[in-house]
C-alpha cells in the first residue's frame, strides 16, 4: 500500500476556495501506476466520489456536485494530487480523503483525510 499525506483543509466562508494537496512520499517513481481519486464525507452521511483522475492526468471525472467548481490534478514528478475548490458552499463540509489505486494490482490506500469546513 501507499502512504499518503494530505494537507490544505480549514475553514472558509461561502463561495471561497481551498486547494488540498495529497502527497505519497518516496513514491515518485511508481506515482505514475496509480489511479487517484478524491473522496469527501460529511458527518451523518457515508463516504462519496468526488473526483478521480487517470495515472496521467487525463480523463478527469467529477461527482454532478462539484462540477464547474472543483479542478482535480496531478504532478506525478512530485507525487502530489491537488484538488482545487472554488464556490465552496456549506454543503461541501466534510472530511476529504486522497484516494489511491495500484492499476496493476487494483490494490486501494487511504489517506487520513483533511477537514474542510465552509461556514459564515
Known amino acids: 500500500q501507499v502512504h499518503l499525506v494530505e494537507s490544505g483543509g480549514g475553514l472558509v466562508q461561502p463561495g471561497g476556495s481551498l486547494r488540498l494537496s495529497c502527497t505519497a512520499p518516496?513514491?515518485?517513481?511508481?506515482?505514475?501506476?496509480?489511479?487517484m481519486a478524491w473522496f469527501r464525507q460529511a458527518p451523518g452521511k457515508e463516504r462519496e466520489l468526488v473526483a478521480t483522475?487517470?495515472?496521467?492526468?487525463?480523463?478527469?471525472n467529477y461527482a454532478d456536485s462539484v462540477k464547474g467548481r472543483f479542478t482535480i490534478s496531478r504532478d506525478n514528478a512530485k507525487s502530489t494530487v491537488y484538488l482545487q475548490m472554488n464556490s465552496l458552499k456549506p454543503e461541501d463540509t466534510g472530511v476529504y480523503y486522497c484516494?489511491?489505486?495500484?492499476?496493476?494490482?487494483?490494490?486501494?490506500?487511504w489517506g487520513q483525510g483533511t477537514q474542510v469546513t465552509v461556514s459564515s
Open positions: 484516494n489511491a489505486r495500484e492499476r496493476a494490482t487494483s490494490v486501494v490506500s
Open positions: 518516496g513514491f515518485t517513481f511508481n506515482f505514475r501506476n496509480f489511479v
Open positions: 483522475i487517470t495515472s496521467t492526468g487525463g480523463s478527469p
